[in-house]
């Protein structure tokens, strides 16, 4: 039994936290922060916690809380998130952190994208958190940087392909769709429900702070450099990302051979399912669950593959990931906590 | 552990049953029928089950079935459930039925508003599976009938003032909204995603099937027979019912005082959640799960009190009252395999 | 030919202005204003506009819009309205104000709902913009206090009930269901996409705003005074407001012979269209148009009629009304730029 | 004047094209087929055209409304158009055919992907009805293919490029994505509203039928062949088609460059509308219109441009873009009964 906070708890991934770590049978969660709600139950900031989760919002206080508990998650944009980090992890506490902040591994990329770094000596430490690739340095993890919701669709859509050789990195073309959520519950205009609703449109097309992450982590898997088109649309639904993947085979595999690459590669993992025969994933059927379903087609015609992954962004892409991540890190059973079934409809 | 049967797994009944049920430590799932999918495993029908549920669908065999199980579950339509139910009863089996068919008492009214029926003489056998009213008669029950999803949204939102006898029963005025899986997974151009799509329509005024059933729910709470407006409605959404009610209040008596009466009457009930002060319930936080959320408003100035009650269709509404029934009917927890935290958003 | 301005065109009705106005063949629109968008074309606001209006956004000067235009549609918030249209109507402009600030006749019970009022002077000049009913008092009216969205649906439902006499007023029982665009374009945690999404919710009960108004011209149409219980509720869909509005019958009447009552009392009206038989309205049938869809079922069993009305809450509710009284009190025939198709699906 | 018959009314494009076509100046709507609903008033079928349209359905007799019109839409699925084009045509009717029947111009290709043609001999008068490419051969054609949905948003957002040679025409992918009208009214599992909504999924990938036609007018605009990567998607609106284009480019372009390109190539085009600056297209901006939203974004990193275009599916995909081929036809300005304002939200 561990000890957790949730450090930012009023975002849809914080919600998603204690959705999901109420049900942890090795986790007590002990505190729960927002500097917007303070002194407010998180119950009443989100009602379908009532009488699962009654903590009173903390403004967050790194010394009282690292005090208090072994694990924290930190749910905070980008550059609130490295304000804390470090001090939490001086204190002692392992710290699973959904930013942006210590995914990148060279601090230029990051201040490219983002701005100045003020930790960038924990760059070295911080263990990329997606499991199915790097388990075994998660182990022993102090801090794990978990992925971006794109990234994960994406990486675990083009891993075996990539490690296996079969394509040719420069053609790399990833069409993704996301749900509303991933856009947070900060209010903007661009995501009122009138906004979105029959709606549908592409953004930050060949300018998604997403794409060198992807890269890095794709160049990771093969010997060369990744320099991908990466285009994100926003989808009018809750949940779900679906991301529509395209490269050039390097040599000939038809569909049912490329599959039978991909069965083996995720064998033993038991969060990614490949489809069967011509199967393709949709977003509904992985709703509210950390499972990346994965289908795909080899075209003879244009003698490319087309793979398609389907993940729910606040599950796979972000709150369960990082549960998942605390499993392998504390040595719990990896899907404790993560059995849950899709809910359909 | 019990061994149990999901007879008439394929509609959208079936799938919430066998996701719920594959989570519940005292349940095993031995059969899954489906006549249109005979020899398909429920796996392929809904992808959602892949990997917890991967039973082939077999036809409806009353004898292979009974030698099988323990408890089944009947989620056929109405007519097709009475051809099965009284034979898995004298094979040994308890039968909880997700249809119409033993909700109502009296023969009479099922044959006016449903068709003959050919074993009336089980009315008088059957439970009507609202636990909250009925936990008593339905620990030993062998014919439980699952309420309606209307009806359990309604007797709920008004059995504490019924019971109290603070409201006129002449008076009762009731406006619910459902979802699109209350109308199952069927084909009809009435439930097309573009017929039900940004519209939004009552229909059956006066004359839906639910009436009567709970007409007679009602009628049992107080002592007075119960003649009341139903209006459903088809909400453009997937799950979830919400029902308004309206009724004279027979003494003045504040929104306090009435909420003070509901807490009273749903102190021990772990799946009602009375709302506290103003807050209003919302399908949205009770979805995928088996709560009940109620709250309510007196109005002075009309003399009125308006009750408002969300539930999960599928869940209360169905599939979960029907695990919640099996668990007191079996003698386990009553919420065994049913903490279900809302997904939100 | 005659000359608008459109002040406060950034929000959802402002657009639906101008989406109405720019076909008007007897209008020139000639400004629009927006504090917030000044400077930029009205089209990079709305870019459905390119093309059909590329006026750029002015801020609000009273004296330099009158100077230009004959008549001004104010969609601006309560209390920003009654700042700007005494002005107008000085220098000699029409004024159709889609606003609350001039609907209610009673100065104590506008200032009870709302705050106080600076001009209350201007109430018995200004005509409730419901041409169904007021038509007469519209061909020369100055000022227009375009009627809320929700008391235009309930209204022309229950007017034909109320004028014959035929309903118990005491017993009146509204239950209505907006679309979001009716809670407007401004940022909202509550009006998020996925707050809103897969969700339905009362609101407002016993204490909504458009609770007097609806009360105020109800009881015009009879002798008597009216309370009615008024509840609201947010669908999830973009346009629409159905009402279903219950109310016990004086004496007995069938649908057919109700129906009849309607059909004669809105023979001459071109946007009323009463349901044949047993069709009832859906919100799907009205959207983008001026139409309000009426149907209705007399229920023997528990002598009440139940009315349902469909509208598009930004269009019979809101601009396609302000429209058509600007067509009554120029002299255009009144269906002038309104001979729109509902869009289906 | 002109007399037309819409053969096909019941489904989403036949009620598309009576919504377009009951207010066309030019045009008057004779009669209207539909087998199913034979004898039954097309507003009864669709309540949205109550007082637009009340025409009787009728079963569909080649001779008898030959007799009677000038111009024949056939809104009928592939097959069953070619079962009756050649009668009208000889019968001296002008026909616009929304089906595929006569798209392709290479019998063998449309036998491949479609069945046996029974009327190949008209594949050379037959006109694809794109104005934007052909105009001038539609101006006196006896018979006009109306595009595909999707073929329609993609070779728009090409062209351009592809006249000019500026991309490689090897490297052509299209990720598009349609809204769920484009799978018709006919009663499918798939797409009922539970199944399509918060659900995204791609479909018939490298396998759909819409390929051959787009191949075959990109090559038109080029001196190559054309092989491309098509993956069309299922998206939970009514109404819309992004299509996402990525293509190699041969030379070095800024996106100002290319947009230049653009603005040059449909400067006298009323329904395509280039984006200005790093504007991109959205379906809610095109909804209920003829037209085609055009964005583009050159990608430096990458040396790939990404095109980016939205149309209504039922409107320039379907039932706008036929009228306006009428409009070519018959002499009528183009967007006359077309000059429809986008509804937002």
Request: charged share 20%; net charge negative.
């Amino acid at each position: 039994m561990i000890k957790v906070a949730v450090v930012g708890a009023s975002g849809y991934t914080g919600v998603e936290l204690l959705r999901i770590l109420v049900n942890h049978p090795e986790v007590e969660i002990c505190c729960v922060t927002s500097r917007q709600h303070e002194g407010l139950p998180i119950s009443e900031v989100f009602p379908s916690l009532h009488g699962f989760c009654d903590l009173v919002c903390e403004v967050l206080d790194v010394a009282s809380i690292a005090a208090r508990v072994d694990v924290v998650f930190t749910a905070l944009p980008h550059k609130s998130a490295m304000e804390v980090v470090p001090g939490f992890l001086a204190a002692g506490c392992k710290v699973i952190d959904l930013s942006a902040d210590y995914r990148l591994k060279d601090q230029a990329v990051y201040e490219h994208w983002y701005q100045a770094h003020s930790s960038p000596e924990l760059f070295a430490e911080a263990v990329y958190g997606l499991p199915e690739l790097y388990r075994d340095q998660l182990t022993d993890a102090r801090l794990i940087a978990n992925p971006g919701c794109y990234p994960t669709s994406i990486i675990l859509a083009l891993a075996p392909l990539l490690k296996a050789g079969l394509i040719d990195p420069g053609s790399l073309i990833v069409d993704s769709k996301s749900g509303t959520s991933g856009a947070g519950r900060g209010v903007k205009q661009g995501t009122l429900y009138c906004e979105v609703n029959e709606g549908f449109k592409a953004y930050g097309i060949a300018s998604h702070r997403h794409t060198p992450e992807i890269e890095q982590e794709l160049a990771n898997l093969t010997e060369e450099d990744i320099s991908l088109s990466f285009t994100p649309h926003l989808l009018p639904i809750n949940r779900g990302i679906l991301s529509t993947c395209y490269a050039g085979l390097m040599q000939k595999k038809t569909t049912a051979e490329l599959l039978e690459l991909y069965y083996d590669f995720y064998a033993d993992e038991v969060f990614v399912r490949v489809m069967p025969g011509n199967d393709l994933p949709n977003v509904a059927f992985v709703r509210g669950t950390n499972f990346c379903d994965v289908g795909l087609v080899s075209d003879q015609k244009t003698g490319r593959v087309i793979v398609v992954s389907a993940i729910d962004n606040l599950v796979k892409g972000a709150a369960g990931q990082a549960v998942q991540n605390m499993n392998v890190a504390c040595g719990f059973a990896e899907n404790q906590g993560l059995k849950i079934v899709p809910i359909f409809p």
